[in-house]
Nanobody
Framework: QARLVESGGGLVQAGGSLKLSCAAS????????MGWFRQTPGKEREFVAA????????YYGDSVKGRFTISRDNEKNTVDLQLTSLKPEDTGVYYC???????????????????WGQGTQVTVSS
């Protein structure tokens, strides 16, 4: 059974940094693209970043390009999201997901993920 556990969220001032981590188990991690999405109350889950299974390609949502960096370690079955230059609008619950798809068209869409973590809260104060 696939299991994803996020960690690293917290409260940070605008301009600060955080590193989120997602530990995966119960499935062939190296055969999956991994992504991060975020959600705030009353809004749909928003694509943040994704990385293909072989680490060759990464993709980012327009609002986080140049500020966030996604990476993975297929030996440790982890995927990280480094958040820098944080803004109050980055506040939300960040979810890690696993997808059997590749390419930006597919892995930027929530519907193409078949496993999710419980989420970790990121709060950016102004």
């Amino acid at each position: 059974q696939a299991r994803l556990v996020e960690s690293g969220g917290g409260l940070v001032q605008a301009g600060g940094s955080l590193k989120l981590s997602c530990a995966a188990s119960g499935f062939a991690f190296s055969d999956r693209s991994m992504g991060w999405f975020r959600q705030t109350p009353g809004k749909e889950r928003e694509f943040v970043a994704a990385i293909e299974k072989d680490d060759r390609f990464t993709y980012y949502g327009d609002s986080v390009k140049g500020r966030f960096t996604i990476s993975r370690d297929n030996e440790k079955n982890t995927v990280d999201l480094q958040l820098t230059s944080l803004k109050p609008e980055d506040t939300g619950v960040y979810y890690c997901g696993a997808s059997s798809f590749i390419s930006h068209f597919f892995i930027s869409r929530e519907a193409n993920y078949n496993a999710w973590g419980q989420g970790t809260q990121v709060t950016v104060s102004s």
